[in-house]
């Protein structure tokens, strides 16, 4: 499991729950990050314990754990990445 997202995560509450960061105390617990980040962990866990009782693969629960362990950015793209290119 990954540390929760932190005050200091602006834009984790800005577009997926609420249309804007509203700067309350629990806002970091409950914003868009803090979200994303628990419901990434509850797949992870689940694959595992798919795994311990024989449902599911063992690489299985490796993949997801990995998959799930990035930080979440809910920004439609990183602010580094090039634009996409137009398409018609």
Request: aromatic content about 2%; proline content about 11%.
């Amino acid at each position: 499991m990954t540390a929760p997202a932190t005050p200091d995560d602006r834009d984790s509450d800005t577009g997926l729950l609420a249309p804007g960061w509203t700067g309350s105390p629990a806002a970091h617990a409950t914003g868009d990050s803090a979200y994303l980040r628990a419901l990434l962990d509850a797949e992870a866990a689940l694959t595992r314990a798919q795994a311990a009782l024989g449902l599911a693969p063992a690489e299985a629960a490796d993949a997801v754990t990995r998959a799930a362990d990035p930080p979440v950015s809910t920004s439609a793209r990183s602010p580094n990445a090039p634009a996409p290119a137009a398409t018609r």
